[in-house]
């Protein structure tokens, strides 16, 4: 399998790993079999062990090929083995990989920088974690050191999973078998501003939202509701925190969604693309926002490692000099025209922003378009029973869009049982 090795990095981590996985009735199989002997079984098994990826591709422990239009959940921004990630990413691990937060790395200081000159606003400070939860969770206690304690988020809205986070995430079914989760957080229905005003008071220390809620099903507020949620806060002196781990760094054809209505928020949370696939979360504040972490106030010991800051920076420069935003902005257009020209009976609604699409299903679908979809050599995520996420890789072509219109439609016409469309 010398073709999964570039640079002298085994890229499949798959090491003795390839010798089973080529035996006799090896392959997927195998490896689902050592999974489900040796992990937590907390996402129930995955659907396919993946080996190797290049761009927009990926291929199995038995080498099919499929199209990635899930992009390891919208983080893969320049998708598998791009150039500028694996150079900056090698480049720093070979000269310093680690540092703790009792010393400084450059690029660490220089991701800050790049990130607060993207949000356009002086008077900013970041703080770097290792994942979206642990960006929203040191959010949650910026807005606890406001000296309130109650919090207002969306139902539907996914914010993570640590106690914190999950308490601000509005799916009780996540919260349930873990309450008492931190008090004091109201849920209201998400796009309704009546709601907001009704809900945030003086005593609320934050509202954070999603300005498209991913894990919901790609939800889109209505137009202004971001600006009403900005002004309804600032009456009351409540920080307005807005979760972009899911649609900043580009996704939406924009750095941060929330352009598109003009509202600056206190806190802006990122994850997901910022890293390019290496782990990151970094947690921007403005303002009074940004002086309320104090020395011993909170900490992470890979928070900010110079190899996932690289990385970032990697993704960050690529995005500028392809001028990405462009792209995905007049990609996800051609995908959408795509899904909507005709649009298959089984499609109720295409909704989204840039390369972050839900098409939603005239009934529960959307496992078996996942899986006709996968028969076909192409990866969409099941998100909720009737809605089937899109989020490839922001570098993805036309012609690499246009056989994901081919191989969709044609797992349509599977799933609602007609004979498939002739490719
Ligand atoms: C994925 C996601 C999170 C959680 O990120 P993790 O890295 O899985 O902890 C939080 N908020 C939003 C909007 C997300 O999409």
Known sequence: MS?????????????????DLVGADAGNAALTRRWQGAMMDNFGTPRLPLVRGRGVRVWDAEGNEYLDFVGGIAVNSLGHAHPAVVRAVSEQVASLGHVSNLFMAEPTVR????????AGRPDGRVYFSNSGAEANEAAFKIGRLTGRTHMVSASGGFHGRTMGALALTGQ????????????DVTHVPYGDAEALRDAVTPDTALLM?????????????????????REITAATGTLLVLDEIQTGIGRTGRWFAAETEGVDADVVTLAKGLGGGLPIGATLAFGRAARLLTPGAHGSTFGGNPVVCAAALAVLDTIEQAGLLDHVARTGQRLRHGLEHPRHPLVREVRGAGLLLGVVLAGDAAARVQGAAEDRGLLVNAVMPDVVRIAPPLIVSDSEVDIFLDRFRAALGEALGEVPAAA
């Open 3 to 19: 073709d999964g090795v570039h640079g002298g990095v085994d890229l499949a981590g798959a090491g003795e790993g390839v010798t």
């Open 111 to 118: 991701l800050a920088e790049r990130l607060l000159r993207l």
């Open 172 to 183: 009780p079914a996540k919260q349930r078998p873990f309450r008492p989760l931190p008090g």
């Open 209 to 229: 939202l999603e300005p498209v809620q991913g894990e919901n099903g790609v939800v889109v507020p209505p137009p202004g509701y971001l600006r009403a949620a």
